[in-house]
């Protein structure tokens, strides 16, 4: 082996370790999902539903949104516990993709940029001002960019996420299931 190929095994072994340590959450940016619940109807906009009956009590809480299906996943330890619909933003105010770990929650918090309107239960997503927040969901209204959903569906979540949990948000989430 050359010089040149080692170093640049070298270099390619250095690149793996700094990835695996620097980005931990790249591998598990997608939640693994062990039970998906089977809901009779689809379900509406304001419909929701939790339900932990079966489920392990132990086990990360992790939370994925759907944009394409406008819908809002929450997992304990791989098993579906709730599913809510959402409202998104469009346009120059489109919901962004990606892992996000929740940065802040507030019980009551208002927009700084958007007259004071309130995101209550609010899960700051991003410094930009994207977040998981309550609110009157519904198929006329959207949001700036954040993700609303029924009042008493974020209340209960927020019992359960705290500071630094991930929210994947995805379209396509499943489309085995919903496709």
Same mark, same amino acid.
């Given at each position: ?73 929450? /997992? $304990? ?8 619909? !959402?409202?998104?933003? *469009?346009?120059? =105010? ?63 979540? /927020? $019992? ?8 994947? !948000?995805?379209?396509? *989430?499943?489309? =085995?299931?919903?496709?």
């Amino acid at each position: 082996m050359s010089q040149k190929s080692k170093a640049l095994s070298l270099l390619g072994a250095i690149v793996l370790v700094f990835a695996a340590f620097a980005f931990p959450q790249a591998a598990s940016a997608k939640p693994r999902v062990h039970t998906v619940v089977e809901i009779d109807e689809p379900l509406d906009f304001g419909d929701y539903f939790w339900d932990e009956t079966g489920v392990p009590q132990r086990g990360a809480v992790r939370v994925v949104v759907d944009l394409t299906a406008e819908q809002l996943y929450v /997992y $304990r330890g791989g098993y579906e516990i709730a599913r809510t619909k !959402i409202l998104r933003g *469009w346009g120059k =105010h489109a919901t962004p993709t990606g892992t996000f770990k929740i940065l802040e929650k507030k019980k009551e918090h208002y927009s700084s940029t958007y007259d004071n309107a309130p995101m209550p239960y609010n899960h700051r997503l991003t410094w930009k001002g994207v977040a998981i927040h309550g609110a009157d969901v519904d198929d006329i209204h959207a949001t700036h960019g954040c993700v609303g959903v029924p009042l008493e569906f974020i209340k209960t979540l /927020y $019992r359960y996420t705290k500071v630094g949990d991930p929210v994947f !948000i995805t379209n396509n *989430w499943m489309p =085995h299931i919903y496709g």
